[in-house]
């Protein structure tokens, strides 16, 4: 096997695990409105655990109602919802799989209690840099109420079947606010020193081990450092080892808390392992296993993790979201077909407007029993119009459903606009998606076909079953008053493509997420870059924590924006806007580059209805990113079709 330490039994306590990888902890928003897992939330977990993975950590549950983060998180104090939880745990069992929860509060990190007139909990009536709700201590009576409330999770989650509990001292919420110098301002028993702020977090330790026994196994979760003056990777490594003092049997290591988001909900801007330094230096401080992970996606990686003990456990958390036959897939050699996690934080963002996890490059996500895919009643011959995502995941679907598919791509190579979105820096890792649907597609035996242009008149009438126009979108220019064509036009989309080129002097007309990257991809090529904005902020469309670090970026190359104005002529190699109902002209530059949206390209649509040939069009639907609505089109309308027999 190529990957043999990877799949090498292990043993946590007395848990043991068919392998050594490890599905991380990650909240859904699945649950139902009194915090109780659904259907969906326990589908969502099957699916993992039936993609191979050794451990299953199911999410943050909490142990009170005040630290939640919405009604829809997982609640673990009330007794009815037992049931459900047992219905998990089995679904996880079903498939050889280990299953574990975690439990914890979100402190001052959740504006739940403002939305019910409370304050938040904390050790010290300090703010959350993000939540910002107000916040007040807890007393003494609060923290003997909140370890009887916890022992009464723990207690649940063992009645419910799980076979280990992990301590949630992570992410800067309730238990890791107590540890940290910067959110503990207490002068008592539990603050000040570093004895005193780990106190509370060792007290509960060894209450939750008193309560469970010797041998029943306790996981405990933190970050390796707090990077704005917070806890650093010493005092880390010391805690690591009371908490193994105190009957811990394994460690679970992340990073980050809201004052240092790009470590705690880490993106393509952050390179991949990149908390694997961390993680060796503290297991270097305990005798006990240590699960890791830190952007972890390629199996090489966490195979040579592994190989020079860095790690003892690998958590694949955003990959088996992204694929949860991540481990089944590396296993049997199958690796060109993983869907890898993109780092985009789609997961993260959206889940609590859209009411459950979804995700850029698994549609399924969340959704596992309503878009199952069944074998058709009878074969169809199917042709697909288009190779970018869209065209690749319906002829995926269509060939699961038993049906003989060819798709037929006009470019030389498959992608579509994900070409593009790969160009910009850091951004590569979006580009694994295309060869991985393309290896799924021809694994099925999708016959395509690139560089190939289709016409609806040499198309015979009862050549094919059905016809799906998967031809995308098309990016556009501006609508200005006036142009005197003194400016090289082309746009954001070709020039990433490398279909086209700019002069030394570039006004970059919108500042959505498109044109900001844009901007920052021809900075790096030295060009001066003059981005315009008709609305007040730049990357308003980027999640917020892409968008502040993609400004940071921007800023560094010194890229000029221009907000507020709206561009509406070209005149003397000058783009002129309207600022508080005056023109203002800028300039001079080269070239005019558009970044200003995409519009759906055209279809054949009409020409194949004429001719009587059955055909549908992938038409995006309001959803996250372009990608994830994209799939998403793709598989409800595949699926739709057959539903209508």
Not at 15 to 31: A, D, E, F, Q, Y
Not at 170 to 187: C, D, H, M, Q, V
Not at 409 to 418: C, F, P, S
Request: charged share 25%.
């Amino acid at each position: 096997m190529k990957y043999q330490k990877l799949f090498e039994p292990f043993s946590i306590g007395r848990m043991r695990l068919k392998n050594r990888i490890v599905m991380g902890p990650m909240g859904t928003s699945l649950c139902d409105e009194r915090s109780t897992p659904t259907q969906r939330f326990i589908d969502y977990y099957e699916e993992r655990a039936k993609g191979g993975a050794g451990l299953v950590i199911v999410e943050h549950a909490y142990p009170q109602k005040l630290g939640i983060k919405s009604e829809r998180s997982a609640g673990l104090w009330d007794w009815d919802t037992l049931p459900a939880w047992k219905a998990t745990v089995e679904a996880i069992h079903r498939h050889g799989a280990q299953a574990a929860i975690e439990i914890g509060h979100l402190g001052r990190c959740t504006d739940y209690p403002s939305s019910i007139g409370e304050k938040a909990m904390a050790p010290s009536a300090v703010r959350c840099p993000v939540a910002q709700v107000p916040t007040r201590a807890v007393g003494t009576e609060e923290i003997e109420a909140y370890k009887s409330d916890y022992l009464n999770a723990v207690r649940l989650a063992r009645a419910a079947g799980f076979d280990a509990v992990e301590l949630h001292f992570a992410n800067g919420y309730f238990l890791a606010e107590w540890i940290s110098g910067r959110s503990n301002k207490r002068t008592d028993r539990y603050g000040g020193t570093f004895d005193n702020r780990v106190r509370f977090a060792l007290e509960l330790t060894e209450l939750v081990r008193e309560e469970v026994g010797p041998d029943y196994p306790l996981l405990a979760r933190f970050a390796s450092r707090e990077v704005n003056g917070g806890r650093g990777i010493e005092e880390s490594r010391v805690f690591a080892k009371l908490l193994e003092e105190a009957g811990v049997n394994c460690l679970d290591i992340n990073a980050g808390s809201p004052s240092e988001y790009d470590w705690e909900f880490p993106s393509y801007f952050q390179p991949q392992g990149f908390l694997l330094e961390d993680i060796e230096r503290i297991r270097r401080s305990v005798s006990i296993p240590v699960i890791g992970g830190g952007r972890i996606t390629e199996p090489q990686m966490a195979e040579c993790a592994l190989l020079d003990g860095r790690l003892d456990l690998v958590s694949i958390n955003r990959g088996l979201i992204a694929d949860p036959a991540w481990p089944a897939k590396v296993r049997s050699g199958r690796e060109e077909q993983i869907r890898r996690c993109v780092g985009c934080t789609c997961c993260i963002n959206e889940k609590e407007r859209r009411k459950g996890i979804v995700c850029t490059v698994n549609p399924f996500v969340g959704r596992e029993r309503e878009l199952a895919i069944r074998r058709a009643d009878a074969e169809k011959r199917i042709l697909v119009v288009g190779g970018g995502p869209a065209g690749l995941q319906a002829a995926v679907v269509a060939a699961r459903q038993g049906h003989r598919v060819s798709l037929v791509e006009q470019e030389r190579q498959l992608g579509g606009m994900v070409r593009a979105a790969g160009v910009p820096p850091m951004k590569w890792d979006i580009l694994s998606l295309i060869p991985a649907l393309a290896a799924e597609a021809e694994a099925l035996g999708v016959k395509i076909r690139t560089n190939c242009r289709v016409e609806p008149d040499r198309i015979a009438p009862g050549a094919y079953d059905l016809v799906v126009l998967a031809t995308g979108q098309e990016p556009f220019f501006p609508c200005l008053w006036e142009n005197d064509g003194s400016l090289r036009e082309t746009t954001a989309v070709a020039l990433l493509n490398g279909e086209s080129w700019c002069g030394e002097r570039v006004a970059l007309i919108g500042g959505g997420m498109v044109g900001c990257e844009c901007a920052e991809f021809l900075s790096e090529y030295g060009k001066k870059v003059t981005l315009f904005e008709m609305k007040e902020g730049l990357a308003q469309d980027a999640y917020w924590n892409i968008r502040d670090q993609l400004l940071q970026r921007m800023k560094k190359y010194e890229v000029r924006a221009v907000t507020g104005a709206a561009a509406t002529a070209v005149r003397k190699r000058s783009i002129v806007c309207m600022e508080n109902e005056a023109e203002r002209s800028y300039g001079p530059f080269d070239t005019m580059v558009s970044a200003v949206g995409l519009r759906e390209a055209a279809t054949m649509e009409g020409r194949l209805r004429e001719r009587g040939i059955r055909c549908v069009v992938i038409r995006q639907k309001e959803g996250a990113s372009g990608i994830q609505r994209t799939l998403t089109a793709a598989v409800e309308t595949m699926l739709a079709l057959e539903n209508e027999k």
